[in-house]
C-alpha cells in the first residue's frame, strides 16, 4: 500500500506492464481498427483517462465507459458514467459536457446533486479542458462503506442535465415555442442576452417573453 510517485501517473500507460495489458486488451475486445479514426480515438481517450480510474476499473467497466466516451466524440452532448468502489469508500462520477456551458457555479451544484444522490460526506474533483467540445470533470464522492443508497444513473444524470440549464436556455425553448421556431430564434438573438441578473432571479424566462415582445414593438 502507499501512493503512486509522479510517474506512474506522467508515463505513457504503454510504459507500464499493467496498463499496457490493460488497454491492450480493451481495444482488442472493442473491435475497432487500430489506425482507423475510432482506433486512434480510442487510444487516446484511454492514454487521458484518470489514471486513479485506469489502474483500478476492471477491463469490462473499462470497456464499457471507454467505448460509451467514444460514441460523444463529435457530439454536443451530456454523460455521466458511475463507478462504485468494490470497498464503498467512494463512488467516482465522470461527467462530460459542453465546455461552452461549463462553469463553477454549475460544477458545484452537480457536487452537491450527487453528494444527495449517493449519501456522501465529502466530495473533491478535477476539471479537464481540451480542445474536444466536451469537458470531463471528475467528481469523487466519499461515502461510507454499507450506507450507499440504491441509484439510476440515467436519472441522476437527468437531475445534472437539468441543473446545468441556464435561464437563456430557458429562455430560447420559451420563444420557439410561443413565436415558431424562425421568429422565436429571431427574438431570443436580438433580445437573448438584454436581461440584468436580478430580473432573472426574479422571473422565470417564460415570463421575458411578453416583455420581449413589448421591447421589440418599441424598435
Known sequence: LGLYS??????SPADIPLLRRKTANVVARAGVAAGSHAGKALLNILATYPRDELFQTGEDDLLQTAMGILHLYDRHRFRL?????????????????????YSTEMRQKWQAI??????????????????????????????????????????????????????????????????????????????????????????PARAAVPHIEQMAKLT
Request: glycine fraction near 6%; aromatic fraction near 12%.
Open 6 to 11: 509522479s510517474t506512474a501517473y506522467s508515463a
Open 81 to 101: 458514467f458511475v463507478r462504485r468502489d468494490p470497498f464503498e469508500r467512494f463512488l467516482s462520477c465522470l461527467i462530460y459536457a459542453p465546455r461552452e456551458n
Open 114 to 203: 450527487l453528494l444527495q444522490a449517493f449519501n456522501g460526506s465529502s466530495s473533491e474533483f478535477n476539471v479537464s479542458l481540451s480542445e474536444s467540445m466536451l469537458a470531463r470533470i471528475q467528481i469523487i464522492v466519499r461515502t461510507t462503506p454499507g450506507a450507499i443508497p440504491q441509484f439510476d444513473v440515467r436519472e441522476i444524470e437527468a437531475r445534472l442535465v437539468q441543473a446545468a440549464r441556464r435561464w437563456t436556455d430557458d429562455l430560447k425553448v420559451a420563444l420557439v415555442e410561443a413565436l415558431g421556431e424562425a421568429h422565436g430564434n429571431d427574438r431570443f438573438r436580438q433580445f437573448g442576452h438584454a436581461f440584468p441578473a436580478g430580473y432573472r432571479e426574479e422571473f
